[in-house]
């Protein structure tokens, strides 16, 4: 029997320090944040400041998960209906625009967006033509769900404003502040749509613009960078961008979400960036401290033993209660830290296998099955086991046994009963009970040729109820084959017709040519003459004597009339 031993990797985590300097380019990033500090110093007022509140990253339970609390899903994963469509402008902080300054509004048209700033529906049309169906926020279509869930993937709220970040301690704001700062100011921004002004190659596949063909430009880039519509998308993920929102970073364009991966650490509980400088790494991602926690129950995994399952982390406890089999001897939970025996869907543990009798532990030998019971392999022969027909002897377990019919026999056991070799997969021949390899059976019952006794295997012929190769049944005196052919015998001998009319035909006294014929051929014969019965004529006028009389001249033959003239 074939037993699975089962096991599961076990890893355990400890945080670790990781020092990042930023990435921005240094004096643009200075320079975005001190004009951010000298405009708050202008505007600021009397109020009281006022501090965000956020909840540090040991918050207990799933809280810091983004995730769908029945199922566990990413919110993207899920179709998004709501009655009010996400506003880009909005969710940036950007400055509101207007329909009279964007163009038109997009529900009149049928959309929940439309490209801002174009007012003729055509050039809209034109615009979303280009795009792949799917990809269109028609009213009430799958593509405006998409771009719902697209806005909630490329566009994270928590990247955006600090109100939004849960997990943000406070001594991390201001590096938070700054981040944003920067990002809006040097990387982040809406593209727009124009006609080209003359002949370009696409910034992303590199194919040729026509002049006149629309096109998508982001003010980030000097006006000779374009893009076809359908090319306009995110460098890392290659998803269109959403509402033509990027960021840009090394001359190329991402969403928000993987421009600000690049130049940070994002946890993979909360979703959240991580400004901390101490985070976990584990299963190849990053997590605030805290936020690696058992999918199951929300503990903590931090420097503890963890188990992982379809790509989530599961601590010891869950695993075991999820996870884990029962063993079927003494019905407990086979934990990681026991080995898990199995066969056909059932388990046990290492100790727990034993025979049914005689309670032997049977890990690393030999077994059988009955009635849901395993036994060692001397109790199933004793009980169970069949035996063989060659040898009678039991078949024990392990045994390979060969099978035909109703009957089974060892594997040497299965061997022809005349030459004892073994016949194993090969082809046999069974007889009256006995079973017989190709070779001897051919040797002691297939038909033999009665001229050169070899086994006729195909193609034979039957003379006189005697069996013959076809190559064997010939002439006798010619040795051509005679398959297939008209032919004649003489002394239990065949001839085929020629030689049979030399060697034993009578011949002709007019032609002496031998008189053959198969089945009835005709002739005359008087005293020891013979003729063929077109040679049978007057030798005066040769008019055919068969039937009339005849007069005898010597050797001739002559009709009444002729031998009347020659006696006259």
Known sequence: MLLKVQSCDVFQVQPVLVKKQPKFPTRERHMAI???????????????????????????????????????????????????????????????????????????????????????SSRINRY???????????????????????????????????????????????????????????????????????DEHCAHCDNEIAAGELVVAAPKFVESVMWHP????????????????????????????????????????????IFSGEYTKAMDKDWHSGHFCCWQCDESLTGQRYVIRDDHPYCIKCYENVFANTCEECNKIIGIDSKDLSYKDKHWHE?????????????????????????????????????????????????????YKTRQWHENCFCCCVCKTAIGTKSF??????????????????????????????GGVTYKNEPWHRECFTCTHCNITLAGQRFT?????????????????????????PITGIGGTRFISFEDRHWHH????????????????FITDGPDILCPDCAKQKLM
């Open 351 to 403: 100790a727990c296998f034993l025979c049914f009798k005689c309670h032997l532990s049977l890990v690393d030998k030999q077994f059988g099955a009955k009635a849901d019971k395993i036994y060692c392999g001397n109790c199933y022969d004793s009980q169970f086991a069949s035996r063989c027909d060659g040898c009678g002897e039991v078949f024990r377990a392990g045994t390979k046994k060969m099978e």
């Open 429 to 458: 021949i069974p007889r009256e009970q006995e079973i017989y390899c190709a070779g001897c059976y051919e040797e002691k019952f297939a038909t033999r040729c009665i001229k050169c006794n070899k086994v006729i295997t195909s």
């Open 230 to 273: 359908k090319c306009f998308s995110c460098s890392t993920c290659n998803s269109l961008l959403v509402d033509l929102t990027y960021c840009v970073h090394d001359d190329k364009i991402y969403c928000e979400r993987h421009y600000a991966e690049m130049l940070k650490p994002r946890c993979a509980g909360c979703d959240e960036l």
């Open 34 to 120: 001190r004009r951010k500090k000298s405009t708050a110093m202008v505007t600021s007022t009397a109020k009281p400041a006022t501090t965000t509140t956020t909840t540090t990253a040991a918050a207990a339970g799933g809280e810091q998960r983004k995730t769908c609390q029945s199922c566990k899903c990413p919110r993207e994963a899920h179709a998004i209906y709501q009655q009010q469509t996400t506003n880009v402008h909005e969710r940036l902080g950007f400055k509101l625009v207007s329909p009279a300054d964007s163009g038109v509004e997009a529900r009149d048209l049928g959309y929940t967006w439309v490209p801002p700033g174009v007012r003729a």
């Open 128 to 198: 979303f033509e280009q795009l792949p169906e799917e990809a269109v926020p028609r009213l009430g279509s799958e593509g405006a769900c998409s771009r719902e869930r697209q806005i909630a993937y490329q566009l994270p709220k928590q990247d955006l404003s600090l109100e939004h970040c849960k997990h943000l301690e406070v001594q991390h704001e201001a590096s938070f502040e700054d981040f944003v700062t920067a990002r809006n100011e040097i990387a982040l921004d809406i593209a727009y749509i124009k006609d080209a002004p003359y």
């Open 489 to 513: 015998s003489r002394d239990e001998k065949p001839y085929c017709a020629e030689c049979f009319g030399e060697l034993f035909a009578k011949r002709c006294t007019a032609c002496v040519k």
């Open 534 to 549: 077109d040679c049978f004529v007057c030798a005066s006028c040769k008019a055919s004597l068969v039937g009339r009389g």
